[in-house]
């Protein structure tokens, strides 16, 4: 089970919504928050103050609807995984639903083994997105423009040299080495390089070490002067002056920034 998280249930119908409460604070047991809220209005100003990682709503409410509620969360900075209730009448609201992101629907009456293991599900799926939107929060810019330049008219010689990169960056690599690797003249290999990928080959080296470390500042524990060893350089001390002339921040500064954006 995931811990830590909150779950907000909106339904005016009150045995519907103690209902879904008392079930899922009994599979909880106190590892996660419950709210609830008995229409779309107070849902909506409870979110906009605070923030929830699964919302469940019904789709039928009077003033709000759920379906409204679903449409009004997609601008709040923070936005929970949303399931929906509804009854058989409402299976076209539910399909609109769905088209708004919903991950899942819920059909009343709800089974308790039902609710909990789509409750499980959700929580996951949440899980995942919040991965993902931290890894997107780790690309350089830069690189994604260098690459997206790459993909598109990309001379095989430079699309090896990038292999070559990818596999050795924790090796003491040198644009001479890869060069001769290639079978090309340095400086004929340098201004190619900043040709086809928008930046010079030592900038793109650097950036992509800077990349890596970022990956494993996010997703280890690994002490710096490890991440420092395994992304090519010899000393923790240079690599966190480099580190810092990209990112404006050190290494464990920026590892702490993250991890807290993704316990919020």
């Known amino acids: 089970m995931i811990h830590g998280k909150t779950i907000l249930i909106v339904d005016d119908e009150p045995r519907t919504r103690e209902g879904i409460r008392k079930t899922l604070e009994g599979w909880s047991a106190g590892r996660n928050e419950i709210r609830t809220a008995?229409?779309?209005?107070?849902?909506a100003e409870w979110l906009k103050e605070q923030s929830a990682d699964l919302l469940i709503t019904d789709v039928r409410m009077p003033e709000f609807s759920g379906l409204s509620l679903v449409e009004a969360v997609q601008d709040y900075p923070s936005k929970p995984v949303v399931l929906i209730m509804s009854g058989h009448a409402?299976?076209?609201?539910?399909?609109?639903?769905?088209?708004l992101g919903v991950v899942d629907y819920l059909l009343k009456p709800i089974e308790k083994e039902q609710l909990i293991q789509t409750v499980e599900k959700a929580l996951e799926l949440g899980e995942q997105q919040r991965r993902i939107q931290t890894m997107q929060k780790l690309v350089d810019p830069k690189l994604l423009d260098a690459r997206e330049r790459g993909d598109q008219r990309l001379n095989p010689q430079i699309s090896e040299a990038i292999a070559y990169v990818e596999v050795h960056l924790g090796e003491p690599v040198t644009m001479r080495e890869i060069a001769e690797l290639l079978h090309l003249n340095s400086s004929y290999f340098s201004v190619l390089f900043k040709e086809q990928m928008g930046i010079n080959f030592s900038e793109y080296l650097t950036r992509k070490r800077v990349q890596r470390a970022k990956e494993l500042l996010v997703q280890t524990?690994?002490?710096?002067?490890?991440i420092a060893e395994q992304v090519g350089y010899q000393t923790d001390k240079y690599f966190i002056k480099v580190f810092k002339s990209l990112e404006a921040i050190s290494p464990s500064k920026y590892r702490h920034s993250i991890t807290t954006q993704e316990n919020k």
Do not use: L, R
């Open 38 to 43: 008995a229409s779309g209005v107070e849902a």
């Open 90 to 99: 409402d299976f076209q609201y539910a399909q609109q639903a769905i088209k």
């Open 221 to 226: 524990a690994m002490p710096i002067s490890e």
